[in-house]
């Protein structure tokens, strides 16, 4: 965003790649029926086959799209949130068991990084990892997606020429640690599938829904579903464990903030709680507070802020006034949207109520950490309600200071991470607060 404050809206960064920084930009390149294909930046990301994340044939992509919908339909999640409170309630247990002597410190990003993790592997394989249980990742997931994403953003902005090269780069650890991360992705995508299919049952996991998929030429082959499997494991653990350390982490540096969000919560959820208690999907949906500070910490620090490219298509493109031909490389950065002054006012302040005015509405429309158009993620509903939950039980149950008072490092990679998110946690007693400076 530097170079656009010095250039303005428009700015090469590549010998083709225009970033474009202009809000008449979004719709037209990334709405319905722009025309716009995604670059090959996305076959960097390859992983089995082509799937639904970096597919760029338009009807290829309408396909995955209509085979994939019945497993994130409202039904499904439905369906699905029982198993998805069953991982809430063990990592809940878990922080619960921590405070039992008065008070804890704890590494939300890495205790979300497990409650995501565990999450999404009942989802995408119908078992969790069991990194809760463990309180640890034996196989080392979280840091080979660490470094896969960190090398494949690097890599898909090379040439394309040059990409198959980079695996012989022995004289940098980077790309070689990178590419192996990739191999052992797969590794561990193909063994979780194995099993699955050999002690096949009834949960509604992507996988149930994937083995009855049909096309026009039939059943959707094993290579295709194991690899979009693979990909919703990277798509639904990162990125979401990071919204959740962010919203611990901004709420817990602001204790006025906390303390009106856990009133929210004390209202919704009175007096203390059974054993079994997980914050439910119909409720923390219509939590206004809640709701509004989750949207302001996805926009404030979004999982993703680069810009997504697409090629403009046959016939070229008029954008904000200026023509690009047919074959240019164009994208918005999603951060400078979400900090853009004609639409949100004092955009770089933390402030949630901008989200509980009238004025939302016009907000919404310019609320894109999910991107937006065709190609906007397909799990954002499976998400919000996990986060949502996640922030809830946190909050409802716990005090929660940080620890360290300077800026959280952020990590940049494809999705952009928090390196760390230490805490003290107090549990409150039947939704009384303590004093908060006391943690």
């Given at each position: 965003m530097e170079q656009h404050k010095i250039h303005g809206d428009f700015v090469l960064i590549a010998p083709n790649h225009v970033s474009i920084n202009n809000l008449e930009a979004v719709n037209i390149i990334y709405g319905h029926k722009s025309g716009f294909v995604k670059s090959d930046f996305y076959d960097a990301f390859l992983q089995v086959t082509p799937v639904l994340f970096n597919v760029r044939d338009t009807?290829?992509?309408?396909?995955?799209?209509?085979?994939?919908?019945?497993?994130?339909?409202?039904?499904?999640?439905?369906?699905?949130?029982?198993?998805?409170?069953?991982?809430?309630?063990?990592?809940?247990?878990?922080?619960?068991?921590?405070?039992?002597?008065?008070?804890?410190?704890?590494?939300?990003?890495?205790?979300?990084?497990?409650?995501?993790?565990?999450?999404?592997?009942?989802?995408?394989?119908?078992?969790?990892?069991?990194?809760?249980?463990?309180?640890?990742?034996?196989?080392?997931?979280?840091?080979?997606?660490?470094?896969?994403?960190?090398?494949?953003?690097s890599l898909g902005s090379l040439p394309s020429w040059i990409r198959p090269w980079m695996k012989y780069n022995y004289f940098d650890p980077f790309w070689s640690a990178g590419l192996r991360a990739r191999a052992n992705l797969e590794s561990i995508g193909r063994e979780a599938y194995r099993r699955r299919k050999d002690h096949n049952h009834p949960e509604k996991d992507l996988l149930?829904?994937?083995?009855?998929?049909?096309?026009?030429?039939?059943?959707?082959?094993?290579?295709?579903?194991?690899?979009?499997?693979?990909?919703?494991?990277?798509?639904?653990?990162?990125?979401?464990?990071?919204?959740?350390?962010?919203?611990?982490?901004?709420?817990?540096?602001?204790?006025?903030?906390?303390?009106?969000?856990?009133?929210?919560?004390?209202?919704?959820?009175?007096?203390?709680?059974?054993?079994?208690?997980?914050?439910?999907?119909?409720?923390?949906?219509?939590?206004?507070?809640?709701v509004a500070t989750l949207r302001e910490v996805m926009r404030i620090r979004p999982t993703s802020a680069t810009g997504l490219e697409r090629i403009v298509p046959e016939g070229g493109k008029t954008i904000a006034g200026v023509f690009f031909p047919a074959g240019t490389i164009v994208s918005v950065p999603t951060c400078g949207v979400l900090s853009n002054e004609r639409v949100f006012e004092a955009p770089d302040e933390f402030r949630p109520q901008r989200w509980m005015t009238g004025d939302s509405k016009d907000l919404m429309a310019y609320f894109l950490p999910f991107s937006t158009g065709p190609r906007a993620c397909i799990g954002r509903s499976f998400a919000w309600m996990e986060i949502l939950k996640a922030v809830a039980v946190s909050f409802r149950l716990f005090e929660v200071k940080r620890v360290n008072k300077t800026p959280t490092v952020i990590r940049e990679g494809f999705f952009n991470k928090a390196s760390e998110c230490e805490c003290v946690i107090r549990l409150r007693h039947e939704g009384t607060p303590t004093d908060n400076d006391s943690v």
């Amino acid at each position: 965003m530097e170079q656009h404050k010095i250039h303005g809206d428009f700015v090469l960064i590549a010998p083709n790649h225009v970033s474009i920084n202009n809000l008449e930009a979004v719709n037209i390149i990334y709405g319905h029926k722009s025309g716009f294909v995604k670059s090959d930046f996305y076959d960097a990301f390859l992983q089995v086959t082509p799937v639904l994340f970096n597919v760029r044939d338009t009807d290829a992509h309408q396909r995955k799209r209509k085979y994939l919908n019945p497993a994130f339909s409202a039904r499904a999640l439905s369906d699905f949130e029982p198993h998805m409170d069953n991982e809430m309630l063990a990592w809940k247990k878990r922080l619960l068991g921590m405070v039992e002597g008065g008070s804890a410190s704890i590494d939300f990003a890495t205790w979300t990084n497990y409650l995501a993790f565990d999450i999404i592997g009942r989802f995408a394989f119908g078992s969790s990892f069991g990194f809760i249980q463990k309180g640890k990742d034996p196989y080392n997931l979280i840091a080979t997606i660490d470094s896969r994403g960190e090398v494949l953003n690097s890599l898909g902005s090379l040439p394309s020429w040059i990409r198959p090269w980079m695996k012989y780069n022995y004289f940098d650890p980077f790309w070689s640690a990178g590419l192996r991360a990739r191999a052992n992705l797969e590794s561990i995508g193909r063994e979780a599938y194995r099993r699955r299919k050999d002690h096949n049952h009834p949960e509604k996991d992507l996988l149930s829904f994937l083995f009855r998929a049909k096309d026009e030429n039939g059943v959707i082959e094993e290579h295709e579903i194991i690899a979009e499997s693979i990909s919703f494991i990277v798509g639904g653990s990162d990125t979401t464990s990071s919204t959740i350390t962010n919203f611990i982490d901004i709420v817990s540096r602001d204790p006025p903030l906390q303390k009106m969000l856990q009133a929210e919560l004390d209202e919704a959820f009175p007096g203390r709680q059974n054993d079994d208690w997980v914050a439910p999907d119909k409720v923390v949906q219509n939590l206004p507070l809640l709701v509004a500070t989750l949207r302001e910490v996805m926009r404030i620090r979004p999982t993703s802020a680069t810009g997504l490219e697409r090629i403009v298509p046959e016939g070229g493109k008029t954008i904000a006034g200026v023509f690009f031909p047919a074959g240019t490389i164009v994208s918005v950065p999603t951060c400078g949207v979400l900090s853009n002054e004609r639409v949100f006012e004092a955009p770089d302040e933390f402030r949630p109520q901008r989200w509980m005015t009238g004025d939302s509405k016009d907000l919404m429309a310019y609320f894109l950490p999910f991107s937006t158009g065709p190609r906007a993620c397909i799990g954002r509903s499976f998400a919000w309600m996990e986060i949502l939950k996640a922030v809830a039980v946190s909050f409802r149950l716990f005090e929660v200071k940080r620890v360290n008072k300077t800026p959280t490092v952020i990590r940049e990679g494809f999705f952009n991470k928090a390196s760390e998110c230490e805490c003290v946690i107090r549990l409150r007693h039947e939704g009384t607060p303590t004093d908060n400076d006391s943690v």
